[in-house]
């Protein structure tokens, strides 16, 4: 793991985006797909207010998005992942990036984790060029929470309940976000830093993402 600290967040998004860029032009420019799952939250949305402008000037892109973990509510609702992706790139969303959602009509996540699985195994049938995760203060990651499972079966993804909220989610399962060429996790504050680096001693989500990780985990850090 590398841990990279900067002095603000302003910091952190420039030299994060300068490595995401690149990775977007290196895959244009074979006339490669590039797959990407990316956190919600409230951490990284200045990041994607940023890429959005960066994607629109650029004419050939063929990215596909998905998010990390969903709330089971509509887009239009303040809480859903993948409505903020939309409301935070808005020039670039259908035109550079497409995103395959983790939500269907079923009424539960339950019911629709292996309609939702099969078809990530369908639109993703590759590791993602980058994971960029973020993770809350219980050590979660993803709708990964403590003391919840962190696979289901075979499935790439699995219904989650919030510990505290019970809300109901989708998330990415541990195994299909581990299968990425690297792992962005962008955290901010003191006591993420402190979960983070006592993680080798605990037995949180984040802890198990680190030690099952077979590829470059990258830590973008401020106060
Ligand atoms: O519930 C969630 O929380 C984590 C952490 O969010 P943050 O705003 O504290 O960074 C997030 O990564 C995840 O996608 C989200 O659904």
């Given at each position: ?69 969903e709330r089971w ?60 995760l973020g993770m ?88």
């Amino acid at each position: 793991m590398k841990f990279n600290s900067y002095p603000n967040f302003s910091e952190l998004s420039s030299a994060l985006l300068t490595e995401w860029i690149s990775d977007i032009d290196q895959a244009a420019l074979a006339r490669r797909p590039a797959y990407f799952a990316l956190a919600g939250g409230s951490t990284p949305a200045p990041l994607y207010r940023s890429l959005d402008t960066m994607l629109a000037r650029r004419d050939i892109c063929n990215l596909h998005l998905v998010a990390t973990d969903e709330r089971w509510v509509a887009d239009s609702d303040a809480q859903s992942n993948e409505g903020l992706f939309k409301q935070c790139m808005p020039l670039s969303y259908g035109k550079q990036w497409q995103l395959l959602s983790l939500k269907n009509a079923a009424s539960t996540p339950e019911v629709a984790t292996e309609a939702i699985s099969e078809r990530l195994s369908q639109q993703i049938p590759q590791s993602f060029n980058a994971v960029l995760l973020g993770m809350g203060t219980d050590g979660h990651v993803a709708s990964l929470f403590p003391g919840a499972p962190t696979q289901h079966d075979d499935l790439s993804c699995l219904a989650a309940l919030h510990p505290q909220t019970r809300q109901s989610r989708m998330s990415l399962s541990l195994p299909r976000l581990l299968d990425s060429k690297k792992i962005w996790l962008v955290i901010t504050g003191a006591e993420k830093r402190q979960i983070l680096e006592s993680a080798a001693q605990t037995d949180l989500p984040i802890s198990r993402l680190l030690r099952e990780a077979r590829c470059n985990i990258e830590v973008f850090w401020c106060p």
